[in-house]
Structures are given as C-alpha cells and as structure tokens.
C-alpha cells in the first residue's frame, strides 16, 4: 500500500471514530464526507461496513498497545512512573475514543464469535500482565504470584472501572460522575491513589 493509499486509510478510519464517538452509530455517507473521500473508498479498503468496524477497532488496540509496551519498557522512567503513565495513558485513550466500546459491542451483538481484538491485545494480553507484575513485585518484593496476580487484575480494573463508569454515567446518569475525566488532575490524583493502595 503506497503513502496515499496509507492516508486515505488512515482518513476513514479517523473519521470512523470520530463519528461514532459522536453518535454511537455511523452511515457510510457519514464516514466519507467527513473523510472526504467517496464512498466507493470503504468498498475498496474495507469491503463493507462491517469490516471497517473490525478494522477500526484493530487499528485503535494496535495504536493503544504499542504506546503501553513503549512506557513499560522506557528505561528513563522509574518503576512506580510506568505504572503511573500506562495506566494514565489508558484511560485517558479510552476516555478519548469511547467509540471503542460501542464499536466492540456492536460487532459481538452482530456476530456471537467476534472476538474483540481489543480484550484480546490489552485485557488477555500475558506480556503485559508479566511487565507490570514484575513491576509491581519490584517495588513491593511480593513473590507470591498469586498476590502479584490480583494486584494487576486491582490495577486493571481501576482503570477500566472509570472508564465504565464515565460512560454509564454519561449515557444513564442524571447526576455527575464521582471522578470527572476530563479534569487533568483529578485524574492523576486518583490513579496515584489506586497505585498506592495497590503498592502496599
């Protein structure tokens, strides 16, 4: 695929997320104008609707995955800064793009053996889970791999936890959420918080 092509892609998708982050739901007229390309473009990258969906979320778990290994791997940050940024960096990605979520839901109420390629590389991914266990046992010299175990599944799920309860709150909610995302540093205060406690 030459530099245009990678760019017209690349514009769709975009728009794609973009949109539907908006609304929730997205026409292919929509996604090409904002786009602007024409609609035969989605035919020709993704070859229906459905697969641009699949493609989107593909391309946003990549961007998501590889910007969480190059934190946990940065040798410049301290133990306790990569789980500090790793885990701002995720919510605030999720935070930016909550289309992520409706897409997902979307392709699984659609098609029963999706398997969202989004749990698979971020949720199921060992790797990760290995890097910051080790990080974690690092700072706390827990060597009890069940302890280091729930210690990531704390850490994950207070994480993905605002990150569901922004988006209840925002769809559902008559009242404001407890921790507003938006708010830069009620955000870092409250992930220092959840680090802390999971340091212990």
């Known amino acids: 695929m030459n530099g245009e092509q990678l760019e017209t892609k690349e514009k769709i998708l975009n728009a794609t997320i973009d949109i539907v982050g908006m609304k929730g739901e997205a ?10 390309v024409n609609v035969a473009s989605i035919n020709y990258y993704f070859g229906n609707k459905n697969n641009l969906l699949k493609e989107v979320e593909n ?3 990549e961007k998501l995955l590889k910007t969480g290994y190059d934190i946990l791997r940065d040798d410049n940050l301290k133990s306790k800064d990569k789980l500090f940024k790793w885990a701002l ?3 605030e990605y999720m935070y930016k793009y909550p289309a992520l979520i409706a897409i997902i839901v979307k392709l699984t109420n659609d098609d029963k053996n999706y398997n969202p390629v989004m749990i698979k590389k971020i949720y199921f991914n060992d790797e990760i889970r290995e890097i910051i266990e080790d990080i974690i046992k690092d700072i706390t010299k827990i060597e009890d791999n069940r302890i280091l175990n729930f210690k990531y599944l704390q ?3 207070g994480i993905l936890g605002t990150v569901i309860n922004h988006v209840v709150v925002s769809i ?6 407890i921790l507003n995302l938006g708010d830069p540093e009620e955000l870092r205060q409250y992930i220092r918080l959840l680090i802390d406690g999971i340091l212990k």
Request: aromatic content about 16%; cysteine-free; overall charge positive.
């Open 155 to 157: 850490l994950f799920s």
């Open 27 to 36: 026409t292919i007229r929509e996604i090409t104008e904002k786009a602007g």
């Open 172 to 177: 559902y909610g008559d009242k404001k959420s």
């Open 89 to 91: 960096n995720l919510i």
């Open 59 to 61: 391309y946003y778990a």
